[in-house]
């Protein structure tokens, strides 16, 4: 008989050698998101945001420094459901379940089962694994399958590696997750073969040169819907129709922990004064808010007069205050990418979705909760990311931004 961990090694072997059952495409495939407002009491988004920031953190130093992660004792605070996120539907085995699964760049394990239970069909492979991962804002935890997974107009994988979740906490009206993330933050995830790395979504696309480049475009667009199509996630390539001008690309920094995720450095001014000097920090598409180092966020607060809201616990502006706000600026391998007093604001139309009063202003620039120096010092999450187009390739190991039509727009 197999051993547990060489026959979960053969699998995932599998899980990335096999041919695709359709035609290869040379070309990329995109992929309709869906951004979703899902919201459960006040102060969700910002507790969901800043648990999220301490559970990256932990994960990535537990795997830098080797030792075991006890992922259900990373974050003490109680945890909340998923407050705004792009979703992706994705059909798993034959005949096909559907599952409405996250789109996340700061994990890289897809999941399903937190919502529409999994059946297992003639398609799923047993591993003899345990799953289990924490992130924050909810948890999993379950046995590891391959299984057929369709994505995107019937592209198909034949033996993707995913976790059927027997429990999970935090993904209210979602099933799951798409982890598109680096693959070593798989390291640690299952057991009793914590040594096995799990190949992604796009490792798999790419090894079986379904897609020919290892790389994602990411699309977001600003929006005052609770629920609205306007994101697009490309496979092996971009979509120049999504973005102006031309692409920065940036190194992934070498600073840990941020160097585990998508870590890029920059530095941040508001107007003409700096209040981040060039440190280290991620794009995750998981945080729903701007989260800055906490000196940086003072200085943030002091230079705007904004107060902080006992209510939603995001910062809030007069409408005098916001004739006056100044642009803040965003300066990423010697580009400066530009957020406007538009773009600073979470929208009106939504204010009391998280609590909020209907005409009140609130900012979402908000606090990491940690100085500057802990080498993951902001989070550019997804209100930055729907004005920019960003690109995650991982074969050449950086990250790419541009401007779009969305990145002035007053939507607010």
């Known amino acids: ?181 680096p693959v070593d933050l798989t390291l640690d995830t299952l057991s009793p073969d914590t040594t096995a790395e799990i190949p992604t979504v796009t490792d798999n696309l790419f090894s079986d040169g379904t897609i020919s480049a290892h790389e994602i475009g990411i699309s977001f667009e600003p929006t005052t819907q609770d629920s609205v199509f306007n994101g697009e996630l490309t496979w092996g390539g971009i979509d120049t129709t999504k973005f102006t001008g031309s692409l920065t690309f940036t190194p992934i920094t070498s600073t840990s922990p941020a160097s585990e995720f998508w870590g890029i450095n920059e530095s941040i001014k508001y107007g003409s004064t700096t209040i981040l000097s060039e440190t280290a920090g991620i794009v995750d598409t998981g945080t729903t808010l701007i989260l800055l180092a906490s000196n940086a966020f003072d200085s943030y607060q002091s230079a705007t007069g904004a107060v902080l809201d006992q209510t939603t616990g995001l910062l809030k502006i007069t409408s005098a205050q916001f004739a006056k706000l100044q642009p803040l600026n965003f300066n990423i391998a010697g580009t400066t990418f530009v957020l406007s007093p538009d773009a600073q604001l979470w929208p009106r139309a939504l204010n009391t979705a998280i609590g909020g009063t209907a005409n009140a202003i609130y900012l979402v620039v908000n606090n990491l909760g940690t100085l500057q120096g802990e080498g993951l010092d902001f989070i550019n999450g997804m209100t930055w990311l729907e004005r920019f187009y960003a690109v995650f390739d991982t074969a050449n190991k950086r990250v790419g931004f541009a401007t779009t039509q969305f990145t002035t727009a007053t939507t607010n």
């Open 1 to 181: 008989m197999f051993p547990a961990s060489l026959f979960t090694a053969v699998l995932l072997a599998l899980a990335v050698s096999a041919n695709p059952i359709i035609q290869i495409r040379n070309s990329p495939i995109t992929l309709p998101l869906a951004r979703r407002l899902n919201l459960t009491s006040v102060h969700n988004l910002v507790r969901h945001d800043v648990n999220r920031a301490k559970a990256l953190r932990a994960r990535a130093e537990a795997v830098r420094s080797g030792v075991p992660l006890d992922k259900r004792a990373v974050v003490s605070e109680s945890v909340d459901n998923q407050a705004v996120s792009y979703v992706a539907t994705v059909a798993v085995g034959s005949p096909p379940t559907d599952f409405n699964l996250l789109i996340d760049t700061g994990s890289s394990n897809t999941w399903v089962g937190a919502g529409t239970p999994f059946t297992s069909t003639s398609t799923t492979q047993q591993t003899g694994q345990d799953v289990s991962v924490t992130y924050g804002s909810g948890e999993f935890s379950g046995t590891e399958v391959l299984d057929t997974i369709t994505i995107a107009s019937g592209l198909t994988i034949p033996a993707q590696s995913i976790g059927v979740a027997s429990q999970s906490q935090g993904f209210s009206g979602v099933d799951g997750i798409i982890g598109i993330g």
